[in-house]
């Protein structure tokens, strides 16, 4: 059954990065979510198109409920990656220039998919780097003083994959290429104390 929620959008081929799906995360010791960020390519006008459209759409939502106290163009939680991060004012990461760049998050966990839309088995088929379809809502928050536009992770859709950012993990294959692995290792034989090195006190093995 279709969504016809204006403020709910298909985003495809775009890239995730910092994901939190396994499990929720806690950024900076608020409520734990789970949360990517989302790169969207600026080369895709369709798809900056839709995120107007629906940031639109949650906007009259907004205010609708709030009335006037919510600003007709609130702040947004989409961002220039070519530009600077609203939290520090320093640059975005090197994925993110070329992109629009927004971070997408719940409470309950997103449904996730493989690429022939199975659910999702194996949690490390996500990661920072692979490339997705997403299903993101956007939603008016009003805390004080505080208003403005955030955005809903609902649906995640694994594309193809991606070179991992942020470096991955090691690889154990690479690791240990140039050990020979024919015979078991054995502990050096070191024999008995015969003495102590008169400058370190280092013991000398006989």
Do not use: W
């Given at each position: 059954?279709a969504?016809n929620?204006p403020a709910?959008?298909?985003l495809t081929n775009v890239?995730?990065?910092y994901?939190?799906?396994?499990?929720?995360?806690?950024n900076n010791?608020?409520?734990?979510?789970y949360?990517?960020?989302?790169l969207?390519p600026?080369?895709?006008?369709?798809?900056?198109?839709k995120?107007?459209?629906?940031?639109?759409?949650?906007t009259?939502r907004?205010r609708?409920?709030?009335?006037?106290?919510f600003?007709l163009q609130p702040?947004t939680?989409?961002?220039?990656?070519d530009?600077?991060?609203p939290?520090?004012?320093?640059p975005?990461?090197?994925?993110?220039?070329g992109?629009w760049?927004?971070?997408a998050?719940s409470k309950?966990?997103p449904d996730?998919r493989d690429q022939?839309?199975?659910?999702?088995l194996?949690?490390?088929?996500?990661?920072s780097g692979?490339?997705a379809h997403v299903?993101?809502t956007?939603?008016?928050?009003?805390s004080?003083s505080?208003?403005g536009?955030?955005v809903?992770?609902e649906?995640?859709m694994?594309a193809?994959?991606g070179?991992s950012?942020?470096g991955?993990?090691?690889?154990?294959?690479?690791d240990f290429?140039?050990i020979?692995?024919s015979?078991?290792?054995?502990?050096?034989?070191?024999?008995?104390i015969?003495?102590?090195?008169?400058?370190t006190?280092a013991?000398?093995y006989?």
């Open positions: 059954m969504n929620n709910h959008i298909v890239r995730l990065s994901v939190h799906l396994d499990k929720p995360y806690s010791g608020g409520e734990p979510k949360s990517a960020t989302i969207v600026k080369s895709d006008v369709a798809a900056k198109q995120m107007d459209a629906a940031i639109a759409a949650a009259q907004a609708e409920k709030k009335g006037n106290t600003p702040k939680s989409v961002h220039d990656g530009g600077l991060r939290s520090d004012n320093m975005f990461g090197d994925e993110c220039h992109h760049v927004f971070t998050s309950q966990q996730c022939y839309k199975q659910p999702l194996d949690g490390s088929e996500l990661y692979v490339y299903g993101v956007f939603f008016g928050y009003d004080g505080n208003k536009i955030g809903g992770l649906t995640v694994k193809r994959d070179e950012l942020g991955g993990r090691a690889n154990a294959d690479d290429a140039d020979d692995a015979a078991p290792a054995t502990a050096p034989q070191q024999g008995r015969i003495g102590y090195d008169s400058n006190f013991p000398i006989g």
